[in-house]
């Protein structure tokens, strides 16, 4: 039998009708010209990409083997392009990879705008187009699938916008009496739950979101996470899909701060207005809906 870990998610019956807009206090804007307040890490190019350079480690397989590896940003995965006198991230999606902040943070509210662009790629082509948001990330590059961090990850694909997953061995405790997840099983299984009930999901690895709140494609969605110690709330176009407690790493001590990453997986897409804002409690308008475990 497996050693069960236990793991971490809240699904709301209610859904919240206002957006939730950025709080007062010190923000900051983490997307500028030169993504400066960045590091890039490129994994291993699928076997289909063609002009790299010479000597350049590929295979059909992209989470084994050698990777490019960090700030070499080959075929220029991730780019700032300007629209309407604004940066916004373009990430090509044809390596896999991470955008990471230098810094760790803590105790945030997170904002972005978010769109799909229209090119997919191997590994991919035939499945939906993917990439993500990866925060409390710690540890080596590439410790996950020689691609991410360490981390918890809110989702960002197609038709599944905010879902959940601990990435390399991360756990989260769910409420007493909630079922217990084992998050090291298959990262492919997804087991769905009923959005009208109060009640933890079940599922392996994967948890999908309560809710999808998806617009059209090439229109943007607002993705936001509010962070307090290691409690996360996932909020899609101003709706509380995902709720995270009790954050801890794989040896078992609080995960309670890291590095943010932003996937390139394969698909085109774009992120702008990129804030991060301090804050010191969740707002009133996620404490009156969210009951966190004391």
Known sequence: MKRLTTCLVLLFSLIITNSFSQKKGKSIALLDKDLSNFDIWLSIPHSSVEELPAGTYQSDNVEVGTPIGLNNNVKNVFSIIEENGEPVLKITGEIFGGLTTKKEYDNYHLSVLFKWGDKKWEPRLDKKRDSGILYHCYGEHGSFWNTWKTSLEYQVQESDLGDFIPLGGNTA????????????????????????????????????????????????????????????????????????????????????KGQIQIQSEAAECYYKQLTLTSIKKFPKEIKGQVRFKK
Not at 226 to 244: L, T
Not at 246 to 255: E, F, Q, R, S, W
């Open 173 to 256: 405790t769910p409420k007493t009496g909630a079922p217990i997840v084992d998050i090291r099983g298959d990262f492919k299984t997804q087991k769905t739950f009923d959005p009208n009930a109060d009640v933890y999901s079940k599922g392996e690895g994967y948890i999908n979101a309560a809710s999808e709140h998806d617009v059209p494609h090439g229109e943007w969605n607002h993705l936001e996470v509010y962070v307090i110690g290691n409690n996360a709330v996932h909020i899609v176009n101003g709706k509380i899909v995902m709720v995270v407690e009790n954050a801890k790493k794989h040896d078992g001590t609080i995960l309670d």
